[in-house]
């Protein structure tokens, strides 16, 4: 029987800070006044995202979506003031355990990341935003930077992802990816991307 190989562990992580952190699904819910409507609303917005790539104006495709929802005008005005009132998931303190060094990488302006990140009561090394980098993920741009800004190569760092559709984009730019499933995946995923229910599990693999 051939000895089984075993990586070596990571050496840093980037987190998705607005799905796999906070919980944005309650801020979003709370702002189009129901979950669901909440949740469609914050899809269009991603949508977005991943069709335009390069970083165009979070605010702009986040009104844009809202129209396309025939959301109350008043709707992007109710997400500016829910955002100032979001909260971590409960398992955050996982983080806390970290050994490693950990960043927040995450799709929207860098007003807004600053903001979520301070909610979180956690310590990163940086939080990165599409803004700054100049593109929304999956774009591997975004990775690859973050990864420059941690001194590690791809292959040395572990990406916690909130949504399929980074864990997939990660993986593709050579990270170690790990989605934590905050909503049931449409799907499954491939079996290098683990699949799990909480931060804790999802930093246990990498």
């Known amino acids: 029987m051939a000895a089984r190989t075993s990586r070596r562990p990571a050496q840093a992580v980037v987190l998705d800070l607005l799905m796999a952190t906070m919980d944005s699904i309650s801020t979003w819910s709370s702002a189009a006044g ?10 269009a917005v991603t949508k977005r995202m991943i069709a335009a790539g390069r970083y165009v104006s979070y605010d702009d495709l986040v009104v844009a ?5 025939r959301l109350p005008s008043e709707s992007p005005n109710r997400l500016r003031a829910a955002w100032s009132e979001m909260r971590p998931w409960p398992d955050v303190a996982a983080l806390q355990r970290l050994r490693v060094p950990f960043a927040f990488v995450t799709n929207c302006s860098t007003a807004l990341a600053a903001d979520a990140a301070l909610r979180s009561g956690l310590e ?3 939080t990165l935003s599409a803004e700054e980098s100049g593109w929304y993920k999956p774009r591997p741009e975004m990775y690859r930077l973050a990864c420059d800004r ?3 190569s791809v292959g040395e760092v572990h990406c916690v992802a909130g949504a ?3 864990a997939l984009g990660a ?3 050579g990270l ?3 989605l934590v499933a905050r909503r049931p995946p449409a799907g499954p995923l491939p079996s290098g991307i683990a699949v799990v229910s909480s931060l804790a599990e999802a930093l246990s693999v990498g």
């Open 34 to 43: 129901d979950r669901e409507l909440g949740l469609a609303w914050r899809d």
């Open 65 to 69: 979506a809202a129209a396309e929802l």
């Open 124 to 126: 990163p090394a940086f």
């Open 150 to 152: 941690m001194g590690a």
């Open 164 to 166: 399929p559709y980074d």
């Open 171 to 173: 993986s593709a730019a």
């Open 176 to 178: 170690r990816a790990t």
